[in-house]
């Protein structure tokens, strides 16, 4: 464990998190809560009382700024403080402010909400073959070119192949976004077609430019999965070779750069982002940063994702990097589409080949070709540049190796921090085998100068191999793709349930590829951004829910391509319904690791049955869930909903969601719980639906009525489901699953019952986190 502390200590921890989180998420998991609370910054937000009286977005500028005077005591001081107003999605605005004057603004009356501005952390194509959309996947091209997807990320690379616009007409009519020409930025085209940043706090970061373009990599990454055009013969240096492409490659792109290198995504800049894209005209937005808070009304992405739900946008968010504890599963709101990370059917393993002739298999990605048949190998223990250091020395920190006795030779470390693969190369080492025992081997982490990681027993088997005998030797040899079993696994790292935001939604919804994914990149940094690394590639791996959530949010905008007209919920359900199911031998968090399963974007296009949803029955939700009226005022924009005149009743979770889950009361022998759920049909005008009831163990699940007949298309009807749930140990958690059968199509929704400790949920993590 020693090698979590060190990586903790030594860690810097803002400029690099969003290459690395992915790769050693065991390590820091617990640092996303630490860090957080020092972070608090004197900007804060305002969301204003919706007031119809006064919808011109000028209006609403000056209204605000007059409520903003009385409390700084002149108009001058209220526009000097106040950085932005959003006026065309929703009525708040950001204003730099003390403790006190935000409470003062709390208090009054047109004011329903003040929240400070915090800074979120961010945490091939061979996928899409393997999730099922092959290149040859039916489209519907005319609709395909209309589809605006927005992204919420670091910026975007404008000159990459994924975003030429050879063959695109003119952007839709709908768009009304813009894009400009940057530092750095060569401006949009017909393909890329709108391009923004956010950064209100105008403070500089030193590591990045103010500008849309993308010097960390990870939105050009996630834009191109999302909707990339074809790029023939991508690869990184050969490997992972194939054709690159995004699930929409003739839809419309445009960036909203709200992440930046030092300073992550602040909540400011995320709702100016909200603000923007819905007024742009967008279809689907992919959101992959973290968002970890428990309340579904003091969360950026929430509040941003319910106003888009209400103009008829889907929001789709990663999970989080913070698995495999359970109850870490961020972005959770019912409104938004969460998404956990799945491996494909490969992996990248160099051979370490060592003097005695034994060979031994690491994980990561190499790309260089040795020079010589062996080289000197030491432990990095051995080589201290002085007693002092021998305890770093095992972890080849900086300046705790000797040079001298470095220089020429392959140096085995264990795992303290990453980039010790730099540290070895500038003082003259070959190359770094490294073990750790903490490490996720599910996705490969890509090395500067020759490199692999394995494990500790395997890094056992090197160590005694090198203190065996007087002149130990070995090689690191380039990295090969293998192919693996095909089982799709959830990552380890990525984020599981239960949601802390509610007891009664399962979360995450749905799994997708989001390991050693291959897609476009920046130019404008080496593919580790480490002191050294003259790798410089279009295109690269990347792991984490952040590669997985553009997956999903290009399934939904495929959907949409065929039904324009369906909304958030619509588009959602038809991705989880048909989501193909995963095994719980193989996962053993089961639905709390994928929730229905991993997408199926070509079997959403027709899900048979879908469970529609708006405003209102989230609203209802929200209040059963025990907000009030002046906390719902940040969703809704007024605080005259009055929950008490929702009719109770309508069920154990008041939501039509397509997956059900039931928390159980510890103290409860039985616990039964009715689902009410109804139906739409989207399929043939004349079908029957039987339904099929998987229960678990111990849980008696019933349905009423057990045939659904529909005559017409767009027919709603209703059932019920009784879930009746013997007490479970604390924390243990049973599946089954309610199937709706036609003729033609399949409709599936898990059940998911689950044990909280004590009765209580599992808080999970406060802070951001997570790419
Ligand atoms: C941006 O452009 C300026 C001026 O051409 C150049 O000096 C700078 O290095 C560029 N920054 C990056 C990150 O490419
Ligand atoms: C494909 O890419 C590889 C690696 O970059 C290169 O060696 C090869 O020549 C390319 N093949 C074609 C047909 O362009
Ligand atoms: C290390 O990897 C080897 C080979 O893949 C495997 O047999 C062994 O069980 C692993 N050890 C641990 C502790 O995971
Ligand atoms: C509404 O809920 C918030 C947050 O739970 C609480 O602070 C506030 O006092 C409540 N207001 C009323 C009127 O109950
Ligand atoms: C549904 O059930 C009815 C009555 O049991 C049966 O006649 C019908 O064939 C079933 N349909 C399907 C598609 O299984």
Redesign the pocket.
């Known amino acids: 464990m020693s090698g979590a502390t060190k990586y903790v200590h030594t860690f810097p921890l803002h400029s690099l998190l969003l290459l690395l989180l992915p790769l050693l998420l065991v390590l820091i998991g617990d640092l996303a809560g630490a860090i957080g609370d020092d972070e608090q910054t004197d900007f804060y937000i305002a969301f204003m009382q919706h007031d119809p009286l006064f919808t011109a977005p000028a209006d609403q500028k000056n209204m605000n700024l007059d409520i903003l005077s009385s409390v700084k005591g002149s108009l001058h001081d209220a526009q000097e403080s106040m950085v932005y107003s959003y006026t065309k999605g929703f009525n708040a605005f950001a204003a730099k402010l003390s403790q006190d004057e935000a409470q003062k603004l709390l208090g009054m009356d047109r004011v329903v909400h003040v929240m400070p501005n915090r800074y979120h952390k961010l945490q091939t194509t061979k996928s899409w073959d393997f999730i099922g959309l092959p290149l040859t996947a039916k489209r519907n091209l005319k609709m395909e070119r209309d589809i605006i997807v927005g992204l919420f990320d670091t910026g975007i690379t404008p000159q990459s192949e994924s975003f030429k616009d050879d063959g695109f007409g003119p952007p839709p009519a709908k768009w009304k976004g813009t894009c400009g020409h940057f530092?750095?930025f060569s401006g949009c085209n017909k393909k890329l077609i709108g391009a923004r940043y956010f950064k209100l706090d105008k403070v500089t970061d030193p590591n990045d430019?103010f500008s849309p373009?993308d010097?960390q990599g990870h939105g050009t990454h996630t834009s191109s999965t999302f909707a990339g055009n074809l790029v023939r013969n991508a690869s990184l240096f050969g490997l992972a070779q194939g054709t690159a492409r995004g699930a929409v490659p003739s839809a419309r792109v445009a960036m909203y750069k709200v992440c930046w290198a030092s300073f992550g995504c602040s909540d400011m800049d995320l709702l100016a982002a909200f603000e923007a894209a819905i007024h742009d005209g967008v279809d689907v937005i992919s959101i992959s940063i973290g968002g970890g808070y428990i309340s579904y009304v003091v969360d950026s992405i929430s509040i941003g994702a319910f106003h888009a739900m209400k103009k008829g946008i889907l929001t789709v968010a990663s999970a989080g990097n913070s698995g495999p504890s359970l109850g870490t599963v961020m972005n959770h709101a019912p409104w938004v589409l969460t998404v956990a990370a799945s491996g494909i059917d490969r992996e990248f393993r160099s051979n370490v080949r060592l003097g005695n002739g034994k060979t031994i298999s690491g994980v990561g990605v190499s790309t260089f070709n040795p020079k010589q048949a062996l080289y000197p190998l030491v432990s990095g223990e051995d080589v201290a540049r002085n007693p002092s250091t021998k305890e770093d020395a095992r972890f080849c920190l900086e300046n705790s190796l000797d040079p001298a006795k470095v220089k020429g030779r392959l140096v085995y470390c264990k795992l303290g921090e990453w980039g010790i693969d730099s540290v070895v190369r500038q003082i003259g080492g070959v190359g770094t085998i490294l073990t750790s025992d903490n490490f996720f081997f599910d996705s490969a982490p890509i090395f500067m100068a020759p490199g692999t990681i394995v494990n500790g027993t395997l890094g056992e088997i090197i160590d005694n191999y090198i203190h065996s005998t007087r002149s130990s030797s070995g090689v690191i040899d380039r990295t090969q793709e293998i192919k693996k079993l095909p089982a799709p696994f959830v990552a380890t790292f990525s984020s599981r349930g239960p949601s802390s935001g509610s007891q009664r939604v399962l979360k995450p919804d749905i799994a997708a590829p989001g390991v050693n994914i291959l897609a476009a990149y920046t130019p404008?940094k080496s593919l580790t951004g480490l002191k050294g690394d003259t790798q410089f590639s279009k295109f690269t791996l990347m792991s984490g829910t952040s590669m997985a959530c553009p997956h999903v949010a290009g399934a939904a905008a495929y959907v949409k391509s065929f039904h324009p007209k369906w909304s958030p919920a619509a588009i959602k359900s038809a991705i989880i319904t048909t989501a193909n199911s995963m095994s719980r031998r193989v996962n053993k968090e089961g639905e709390f690791a994928y929730g229905a399963g991993q997408v199926n974007p070509t079997r959403a296009v027709n899900p048979g049955l879908i469970y529609d949803m708006g405003e209102m029955l989230y609203t209802q939700f929200l209040c059963h869930e025990g907000y009030n009226s002046s906390s719902l005022a940040v969703l809704v924009g007024s605080k005259s909903i009055d929950c008490s005149k929702f009719l109770p009743g309508i069920g154990y979770d008041d939501l039509n969601y397509p997956t059900m889950h039931l928390s159980l009361k510890s103290k409860q022998q039985i616990t039964t719980a009715v689902f009410q759920r109804t139906v739409t049909n989207v399929g043939a005008a004349r079908s029957v639906y039987n339904a099929t009831i998987r229960a678990p163990r111990g849980v008696e699940i019933t349905v009423k009525p057990r045939s659904l007949y529909f005559t017409r298309v767009n027919q709603k009807l209703s059932y019920r489901v009784v879930v009746r749930a013997k007490a479970m140990a604390s924390t243990q958690m049973v599946s089954g699953s309610l199937v709706w059968k036609s003729s033609r199509n399949i409709v599936r929704s898990p059940i998911v019952i689950y044990s909280p400790e004590n009765g209580n949920m599992k808080t999970g993590n406060k802070e951001r986190g997570g790419i």
């Open positions: 530092a750095n430019i373009v010097v404008l």
